[in-house]
């Protein structure tokens, strides 16, 4: 069975930084790409960043492109997401998902399973 | 890019059918898609792919009540038999490279 789990969530300052983690079970973590994704309260989703089976390719949104890092540890079953210079907007529920196909580039095939989130509020 | 455009709400009765669209931004009619579906405080659900030609995959344990189809630009997901349980948010999902991984807006379904 498919697990993801989220940790790392929590209250920070606005400016502040955070690290958010994912931790994959149930299938050959190093074969697919990985991605999070965040929903603000009330709001739709919205993709955040993906990262390729190998780290080779990486995209973020515009919204945080340049404040946004991700990464993963395959050797781990690890996928993270520094989080730098936080703004009030970045406060949502961040989900860990999986790509569906095997070796291609993160942005190539849907996303077919989520992590339950870990919420980020970014207040003062 | 690519944009995908939901209505806002939908409503059905229990135990009737509704049909839910998605529907691509020009010169993206071709892209194949996937549904999500997101009950009411939980994740996020992958339901199943959709390509243009109407051929659909389902996600594991997806029941058979769920199907979809295409028309042009068009997208659609329809469930059968609504159970009260299928009262969620239902969101559909397409990719390049050049957005990357797009959503759209969402559908509230409300089963009356």
């Known amino acids: 069975e498919v697990q993801l789990v989220e940790s790392g969530g929590g209250l920070v300052q606005p400016g502040r930084s955070l690290r958010l983690s994912c931790a994959a079970s149930?299938?050959?973590?190093?074969?697919?790409?990985m991605h999070w994704v965040r929903q603000a309260p009330g709001k739709g989703l919205e993709w955040v960043s993906g990262i390729s089976w190998n780290s080779g390719s990486i995209g973020y949104a515009d919204s945080v492109k340049g404040r946004f890092t991700i990464s993963r540890d395959n050797a781990k079953n690890s996928l993270y997401l520094q989080m730098n210079s936080l703004r009030a907007e970045d406060t949502a529920l961040y989900y860990c998902a999986k790509g569906s196909s095997p070796y291609y580039d993160f942005w190539s095939g849907e996303l077919d399973y989520w992590g339950q989130g870990t919420l980020v509020t970014v207040s003062s | 890019q690519p944009v995908l455009t939901q209505s806002s709400s939908a409503s059905a009765s229990l135990g009737s059918s509704v049909k839910l669209t998605c529907t691509l931004s020009s010169g993206h009619s071709s892209y194949i898609i996937a549904w999500h579906q997101q009950q009411p405080g939980k994740a996020p659900r992958y339901l199943m792919k959709?390509?243009?030609?109407?051929?659909?995959n389902k996600g594991s344990g997806v029941p058979d009540r769920f199907s979809g189809s295409s028309s042009g630009a068009d997208r659609y997901l329809t469930i059968s038999n609504l159970q009260s349980e299928d009262e969620a948010d239902y969101y559909c999902e397409t990719w390049d490279s050049n957005s990357y991984v797009v959503f759209g807006g969402g559908t509230k379904l409300t089963v009356l």
């Open positions: 149930g299938f050959t973590f190093d074969d697919y790409a």
């Open positions: 959709l390509e243009g030609s109407g051929s659909y």
